[in-house]
């Protein structure tokens, strides 16, 4: 499959670029320096994501956002989002796959408290949880593509190890077999190829967690 990344220095869309070629995929790096990028044989688009039109995107068939942003500006989380909306309602054939958050995930059966409003959430992630929140929900309004919000457990892992295996959930809130809200990033990137191969949740999210080694 021909793939995008946006935000491939990041963290996240580092291993998800590595899992991604490592399968044999055709993959494209989209950053905004090209000198940041520590991967070998993948194409790279040299360009402000915000800067971004139709044309960029309509060769692909699924592109990751896996763009993240500080604290002090988690309103581009809905902005950027947006503008993505926008990219792909024209283009409408490529499939958007979106490194979401954990905030937004339900605690309760009847869907009508999120993990953000729990008196446990940490108040320094509330702006980019918040601002992740306004994206999926934007995206439930969205029927010109096909779109899928992949959100990790609570505890994001960036130093965990591979295991190659998660739990996948839906829209609640939910544990590993240890009682914890785990998932390292090397194993979300398993999970988001995984999606991006089998196209398994389409204009919805899923919540991933894995276990601990």
């Not at 439930?140 to 096909?146: G, I, P």
């Amino acid at each position: 499959m021909k793939v995008a990344v946006i935000g491939a220095t990041g963290k996240a869309g580092n291993l998800i670029v590595e899992e991604l070629k490592e399968r044999g995929h055709e993959v494209t790096a989209i950053i905004r320096n090209a000198k940041k990028l520590n991967i070998t044989g993948v194409h790279v688009l040299e360009k402000d994501a915000f800067e971004l039109d139709a044309t960029d995107i309509k060769p692909f068939e699924a592109v990751v956002n896996a763009l993240g942003f500080p604290p002090d500006q988690s309103d581009k989380h809905v902005t950027f989002g947006r503008h993505l909306i926008d990219l792909f309602s024209e283009v409408k054939s490529t499939r958007l796959l979106v490194v979401g958050g954990a905030g937004s995930l339900y605690v309760d059966k009847e869907h009508t408290t999120q993990l953000i409003d729990t008196p446990e959430f940490p108040d320094a992630y509330k702006p980019i949880a918040a601002g992740q929140g306004t994206n999926l929900a934007d995206l439930r309004e969205v029927s010109a593509f096909d779109w899928t919000f992949v959100s990790p457990a609570a505890d994001f892992r960036a130093d965990g190890s591979r295991t190659g295996t998660y739990t996948k959930g839906a829209e609640e809130f939910f544990f590993n077999k240890a009682g914890n809200s785990y998932i390292s990033y090397a194993d979300y990137a398993v999970a988001m190829a995984d999606e991006v191969e089998n196209a398994s949740v389409l204009k919805g999210r899923f919540a991933v967690v894995g276990e601990e080694s």
